[in-house]
């Protein structure tokens, strides 16, 4: 797992909550670039994904191939993580549970 990356997009999704869309990779907004956690793995890691499966890409480079549903998909997120993030009634509310999402899949290794 690379928590080196995993751990710059929750920094990144703190500190610009409005850019979080986890509806959907990457998308332009009037507030610039919104992505969800596979996205923004792409962007931040600077490395070439032209032409490639942006999710394929993101589970690669972040070193999760065959695990990454638990991540990249709200409706598999714990049911704690999935409720708080459907609930959540702000771009800030959503990217602070984002982030709480990231970081316990990193304390449990990416099991949950």
Same mark, same amino acid.
């Given at each position: 797992? @690379?928590?080196?990356?995993?751990?710059?997009?929750?920094?990144?999704?703190?500190?610009?909550?409005?850019?979080?869309?986890?509806?959907?990779?990457?998308?332009?907004?009037?507030?610039?670039?919104?992505?969800?956690?596979?996205?923004?793995?792409?962007?931040?890691?600077?490395?070439? %994904? &032209? @032409?490639? @499966?942006?999710?394929?890409?993101?589970?690669?480079?972040?070193?999760?191939?065959?695990?990454?549903?638990?991540?990249?998909?709200?409706?598999?997120?714990?049911?704690?993580?999935?409720?708080? %993030? %459907?609930?959540?009634?702000?771009?800030? &509310?959503? &990217?602070?549970?984002? &982030?709480?999402?990231?970081?316990?899949?990193?304390?449990?290794?990416?099991?949950?």
């Amino acid at each position: 797992m @690379n928590t080196k990356l995993l751990l710059e997009i929750k920094k990144h999704i703190l500190t610009h909550p409005k850019q979080l869309n986890m509806g959907t990779w990457m998308t332009k907004t009037n507030c610039g670039t919104t992505c969800c956690i596979a996205g923004w793995a792409c962007l931040l890691s600077k490395e070439l %994904y &032209a @032409n490639t @499966n942006v999710w394929r890409f993101a589970e690669k480079i972040l070193d999760i191939e065959g695990e990454s549903d638990r991540l990249f998909h709200t409706e598999d997120w714990p049911t704690k993580y999935r409720n708080l %993030y %459907y609930d959540a009634g702000s771009s800030e &509310a959503r &990217a602070k549970v984002t &982030a709480d999402r990231i970081q316990h899949y990193i304390d449990t290794g990416g099991l949950e």
